[in-house]
């Protein structure tokens, strides 16, 4: 049996992030008036824990959290799978600044199922001074299933942020884990003018063999004012232990960039054959302001949808399609309303 990490081990464990992309890190470490990491806020943990009580139902057994991340009570608001909790993650903050160091940990036990989301989109500010990060890792039982599904990123111009989610994923279980990217506030010219952002996803089986690695880098740096049509440089990768191509793929006039990960036992062609008729059959997908493709995984995993688009609402809407799609195949059930809105 492990033993329990005590709270200060916890929080220096979150204070550092490990590895850092040298193009995140590359800004000045300090200015005037900027608060230094582990500054009272600035160190945000997150420890949720799901069991399964005597009823079947999945609950919220244990948690520990940090400001600035936190959580109120699950609600139970799926009609189709009423034992599961949607667990909407908050801030106590605007938003992510220079020098947060943001972590993360799921688990889930045998056979529990939880839905796991954000209370709205995550803004990460410009950063005169320092960078940001945020790691999240999410561990699954036998036959467990995590829906990981936040609203989307908003990188202001001028930012620096790292994000790395690892997921720990039994043969017998599934993970489904939703990502948008959006081009910052276009409404005031900022497109894809962020210093650097580097997102990764890295998806294990429990004796530590990769079966997915995906990264996405980018780097800007034109600032606020930025014309439409900036492009910025995105390195993207997918396959077992690869951080991906050297190449880089332009973004061109697109505002967002959605990727959704569906990892479940069972025949991947079928999923990936139900995930492209949610796109062929046009049903919450704006056609004609976004492209997709559907592919499978490697080792026959599962299957992933990559969306581009001119705008974040439709990307996401997208996304959401795809991911209902998938739920329904693997699950039995349609995506539920999340109640944001």
Same mark, same amino acid.
């Given at each position: 049996?492990?033993?329990?990490?005590?709270?200060?081990?916890?929080?220096?464990?979150?204070?550092?992030?490990?590895?850092?992309?040298?193009?995140?890190?590359?800004?000045?470490?300090?200015?005037?008036?900027?608060?230094?990491?582990?500054?009272?806020?600035?160190?945000?943990?997150?420890?949720?824990?799901?069991?399964?009580?005597?009823?079947?139902?999945?609950?919220?057994?244990?948690?520990?959290?940090?400001?600035?991340?936190?959580?109120?009570?699950?609600?139970?608001?799926?009609?189709?799978?009423?034992?599961?909790?949607?667990?909407?993650?908050?801030?106590?903050?605007?938003?992510?600044?220079?020098?947060?160091?943001?972590?993360?940990?799921?688990?889930?036990?045998?056979?529990?199922?939880?839905?796991?989301?954000?209370?709205?989109?995550?803004?990460?500010?410009?950063?005169?001074?320092?960078?940001?990060?945020?790691?999240?890792?999410?561990?699954?039982?036998?036959?467990?299933?995590?829906?990981?599904?936040?609203?989307?990123?908003?990188?202001?111009?001028?930012?620096?942020?790292?994000?790395?989610?690892?997921?720990?994923?039994?043969?017998?279980?599934?993970?489904?884990?939703?990502?948008?990217?959006?081009?910052?506030?276009?409404?005031?010219?900022?497109?894809?003018?962020?210093?650097?952002?580097?997102?990764?996803?890295?998806?294990?089986?429990?004796?530590?063999?990769?079966?997915?690695?995906?990264?996405?880098?980018?780097?800007?740096? +034109? !600032?606020? =004012?930025?014309? @439409?049509?900036?492009? %910025?440089?995105?390195? /993207?990768?997918?396959? &077992?232990? $690869?951080?991906?191509?050297?190449?880089?793929?332009?973004?061109?006039?697109?505002?967002?960039?959605?990727?959704?990960?569906?990892?479940?036992?069972?025949?991947?062609?079928?999923?990936?054959?139900?995930?492209?008729?949610?796109?062929?059959?046009?049903?919450?997908?704006?056609?004609?302001?976004?492209?997709?493709?559907?592919?499978?995984?490697?080792?026959?995993?599962?299957?992933?949808?990559?969306? +581009? !688009?001119? =705008?974040?609402? @439709?990307?996401?809407? %997208?996304?959401?399609? /795809?991911?209902?799609? &998938?739920? $329904?195949?693997?699950?039995?059930?349609?995506?539920?309303?999340?109640?944001?809105?």
């Amino acid at each position: 049996m492990t033993a329990p990490v005590s709270r200060a081990d916890r929080l220096a464990r979150a204070a550092d992030p490990g590895h850092v992309s040298p193009v995140v890190a590359a800004g000045p470490a300090s200015a005037a008036g900027s608060l230094p990491v582990g500054s009272p806020g600035k160190v945000g943990v997150l420890d949720l824990d799901y069991q399964v009580d005597a009823d079947g139902r999945t609950v919220l057994a244990d948690r520990y959290q940090k400001s600035p991340l936190q959580v109120m009570r699950s609600l139970y608001v799926d009609p189709v799978l009423p034992h599961v909790p949607v667990t909407y993650l908050m801030s106590t903050g605007g938003g992510v600044v220079g020098g947060d160091r943001l972590d993360i940990d799921v688990r889930l036990a045998d056979r529990a199922h939880a839905v796991i989301t954000t209370q709205a989109a995550t803004r990460v500010h410009r950063m005169d001074a320092g960078f940001a990060t945020q790691n999240v890792a999410l561990t699954l039982g036998a036959g467990a299933v995590c829906e990981w599904v936040p609203d989307p990123l908003i990188p202001y111009a001028g930012s620096r942020f790292q994000q790395r989610l690892r997921a720990t994923v039994p043969e017998d279980a599934v993970l489904m884990v939703s990502d948008v990217l959006t081009a910052g506030r276009v409404a005031r010219g900022e497109r894809w003018a962020v210093d650097a952002l580097v997102s990764q996803v890295e998806l294990t089986r429990p004796d530590g063999t990769p079966v997915v690695v995906d990264t996405t880098r980018i780097v800007g740096g +034109v !600032g606020a =004012g930025a014309g @439409a049509g900036v492009g %910025a440089g995105v390195s /993207v990768g997918v396959g &077992a232990g $690869e951080s991906g191509p050297d190449d880089d793929m332009v973004t061109g006039g697109s505002d967002a960039i959605g990727t959704l990960f569906v990892l479940a036992p069972g025949p991947v062609a079928d999923l990936a054959a139900a995930m492209r008729a949610a796109i062929d059959s046009g049903a919450g997908v704006r056609w004609g302001e976004v492209r997709c493709g559907v592919s499978t995984l490697p080792e026959g995993c599962g299957a992933w949808a990559r969306v +581009v !688009g001119g =705008g974040p609402e @439709a990307v996401e809407a %997208a996304v959401r399609a /795809v991911w209902s799609a &998938a739920r $329904e195949h693997v699950l039995g059930a349609p995506a539920p309303d999340l109640r944001k809105g």
